[in-house]
């Protein structure tokens, strides 16, 4: 889906569809629902395509992280940039680099999700792959803090991955692409 005359808004708002009727419905992640009903998700945009920026306005949002504490985790959320898998798997590995070199280590971690996100060995046509797959290209940045608590509260937070694939398989490949295409705002 091409982000060409959508919005901030309209991209904002297939990201939350998505965190809901996806994420949050069939439990992909079991800490999601807490926070996006206490507000603490950031949804960040940069309309930005080149590497050199995108990794700067992810520098930016660790600088809000460090500066808003009520905020728990960001999505930033890349529409114009990284349409192909390959490139943005390259970014991914810059920007993990990036974080470990401006100290972050052990503060921030990185989640990938893009809308063609398909498991390393895996078939793309594999329903699975829908646990990481979005409406935009985007990294998720969680509170290294968030994660210990989160991991600490739950009866079994070695099998979510597990229960994740299982989970999406058993929905189906048509089920998870209609569940990924609803979130996309329709157009005139």
């Known amino acids: 889906m091409t982000h060409k005359n959508l919005s901030d808004q309209d991209i904002t708002a297939a990201t ?3 965190l ?16 996006l009903e206490k507000q603490s998700i ?3 945009i940069t309309h930005e395509t080149e590497i050199e920026q995108c990794l700067l306005q992810l520098m930016l949002e660790c600088d809000r992280l460090d500066t ?7 999505l930033l959320i890349y529409p114009a940039a ?9 970014f991914i590995e810059i920007a993990e680099t990036l974080l470990i070199e401006q100290g972050y280590e052990g503060t921030y971690q990185l989640a990938s999700f893009h809308p063609d996100y398909c498991f390393q060995g895996s ?3 594999d329903a699975a792959n829908y646990t990481n797959r979005s409406p935009y290209p985007l990294l998720h940045l969680l509170r290294e803090t968030s994660i210990e608590r989160g991991v600490a509260s739950h009866s079994d937070p070695e099998n979510i991955p597990q229960q994740n694939i299982e989970l999406t398989r058993k ?15 329709v157009k005139p």
């Open 16 to 18: 939350q569809t998505w």
């Open 20 to 35: 809901k009727s996806v994420i949050i419905e069939h439990n992909i992640c079991p800490f999601a629902k807490r926070e």
């Open 42 to 44: 950031y949804f960040g």
């Open 68 to 74: 808003e504490p009520d905020i728990e985790t960001t």
């Open 82 to 90: 990284f349409t192909e898998f390959d490139d943005y798997l390259d």
């Open 123 to 125: 078939d793309p046509d």
């Open 171 to 185: 929905l189906g490949l048509a089920k998870m692409q209609a569940l990924l295409t609803a979130c996309y705002p």
